[in-house]
C-alpha cells in the first residue's frame, strides 16, 4: 500500500467511525458500519455498507428517510477528513444482519463479494 493509500484509509477510517458513533445514538437498530476499497481505483471503488440488526429495523429506517441522514453524516465527515467524495449517496447500500446470516450463515466476507468495487 502507498503512503498516499494509507492516508486515505486512515481519512475514511476516521471519517466512517464518527458517523458510526453519531448514527448508533440516533438511529434504531443500525448496529455497526464497514468500507471496501481498491486504491487502485478510488474513488469508484469506495464501497459503504450501513449494517442494521434486523430487516425490520432497516426497512423503518428507509421508510422514515433515516439513510438521507447516513448520506448528510457520511459527507460532512468526509468534506472535514478531505477525502475527496463530495457525494456519497453513490457508494452507500444498507443492509441487515439477519439478511446476513439468512443468506450467507453469517459469513460477511462471503457476502460483501456480491460488492464490486468499480
Known amino acids: 500500500m502507498k503512503k498516499t493509500d494509507k492516508k486515505r484509509e486512515n481519512a475514511l477510517r476516521e471519517a466512517l467511525t464518527k458517523v458510526c458513533d453519531q448514527m448508533l ?3 434504531a437498530g443500525f448496529v455497526w458500519l464497514t468500507h ?5 481505483r478510488f474513488p ?3 464501497k459503504i455498507v450501513c449494517v442494521f440488526e434486523r430487516d425490520e429495523n432497516l426497512e423503518k429506517a428507509l421508510a422514515e ?6 448520506y448528510q453524516a457520511i ?3 468526509f468534506k472535514l477528513a478531505n477525502v475527496g467524495i463530495k457525494n456519497s449517496r453513490p457508494y452507500v447500500s ?9 443468506c450467507q450463515q453469517g ?7 456480491r460488492l464490486s468495487l468499480h
Open 25 to 27: 445514538g440516533e438511529v
Open 36 to 40: 471496501l476499497v481498491d486504491f487502485n
Open 44 to 46: 469508484q471503488s469506495v
Open 65 to 70: 428517510g433515516q439513510d438521507a441522514r447516513f
Open 75 to 77: 459527507d460532512e465527515q
Open 94 to 102: 444498507f443492509d441487515t444482519e439477519e439478511a446476513c446470516e439468512r
Open 107 to 113: 459469513n460477511w466476507n462471503q457476502r460483501f463479494k
